[in-house]
């Protein structure tokens, strides 16, 4: 790595704190601000694939649901394709980024979006389809990177490179999210633990 | 430590000319995800070790904004909640600076998001119950994107200190709080900017989260007089470094625009 001058270091990250929504949210936070605030639509309404619903529940060491917490989330479409700048292989409206906000009484969050589809690596091998999320809130000092994998891709989750050196340490499953119909639209169940036996695998990204 | 999780393995300059690799994050310079004096991160911090993940497609690339997505007083806090012909109460400021990598490179046209407490230090949150009113002209967000030389501007009033509730009782220095994307997921930042001059930076858990001086005083935003609007408003200059991309291998790449 090359050595920098101080001035050139990274900005050290400080928590979003209790009240991130004003910022990021604020319809979240009791008010109406802006024309249009982002985050709220992932896929768009032109996009193919399936529709899925994710929901969940971000738990504290103690066991208790973050109800402050806010989560970012960011996906390739259902063809593996990302928004990304000048990309038009994705769909009109599609940015595949969005921002969820908890239920402030109980820390239930959820959203909706299409599944993703694998992303192609260079030597044309998939990654298994996933989802990244990045979670901020009071406590955090720095963003937290984590993935949500799918139950029902086993083929590809079985050859996918992450998940297989997380198989190795025992910790693959706390990345996947379980499948079940509710209500008529497929509902992944994808709960995070800060700490425990079952504590979610964070990345160093 | 173990072996990043390898995503991409070698060769993918020529496959996948697009990706950037990210300088990996200093940790000793950042803060830890524990820091007992500061007591909510105590049950909100991983116990075990982040997994190195070697950046791929996904962590390279990041959500692309443009001037169609905000509003023309998006970055003017004095107007943008304000009924016509008010303004908020409190010393008007600009908070501008510039976005740059660790190379020293400006990143251009990213969004930079901003919220704060009024100049009493309270909150417009359905959550924030402290007795300090609520101002009604003043919202307390803010966005713009980064111009083409990677500068961004505020009009904004300066934010009252106000107390909470650590082990014992603190009071927050007065800060402002500003998230910013970047070109890729791996360089994703939300941080505080402090003023200079405060004496209640140096006593605040949440600043000494971070472990060194030259660290911590980064994030605070200096008195700049020349950059001043004569008779309205103060202005205090607040530059963030978001992480860099092998310099080198950066060179050979075109420049996009952003």
Known sequence: MTPMADDF??????????????????????????EAELGHDIAGPHAQGERIRVEGIVFDGDGEPIKDVMIEVWQANAQGHYATRGNNLVEQGFRGWGR????????????????PGGVARHDDRQQAPHMALWLVARGMNVGLHTRLYFDDEAAAN??????????????DHTLIAARRPVGGIATYRFDIHLQGQDETVFFDV | MSQPVDETSQARDTAQPDLRDFNPRDWAWQPPALTPDYRTSVARSPRLA????????????????????????????????????ESPIGERIILYGRVLDENARPVPHTLVELWQANAGGRYRHVNDTYLAPIDPNFGGCGRTLTDAEGWYRFMTVKPGAYPWRNWSEHWRPAHIHLSLFGAGLAQRLITQCYFEGDPLVAKCP??????????RDRLVAKLDLD???PLDAIAYRFDIVLRGCDATRFESRPEGDG
Do not use: M
């Not at chain 1, 079985?158 to 910790?171: E, F, N, S, T």
């Not at chain 2, 949440?206 to 660290?215: D, K, T, Y």
């Open chain 1, 9 to 34: 270091k990274e900005t050290p990250s400080q928590t979003a704190g209790p009240f991130v929504h004003i910022g990021l949210a604020p319809g979240a936070a009791g008010f109406d601000i802006y």
């Open chain 1, 100 to 115: 969820v906000i908890p239920d402030f009484e109980t820390g239930e969050w959820a959203f909706e979006t299409v599944k």
């Open chain 1, 158 to 171: 079985a050859v996918d490179p992450v998940l297989h050196h997380l198989k190795l340490q025992g910790r």
């Open chain 2, 50 to 85: 982040l997994v190195p993940l070697k950046n791929g497609i996904g962590e390279c690339s990041s959500p692309v904004f443009g001037p169609g997505d905000l509003g023309p007083q998006d970055n003017d806090l004095l107007q943008n909640y304000a009924r016509p012909g």
């Open chain 2, 206 to 215: 949440i600043v000494n989260a971070v472990p060194g001086q030259a660290a």
């Open chain 2, 227 to 229: 950059a001043s609007l």
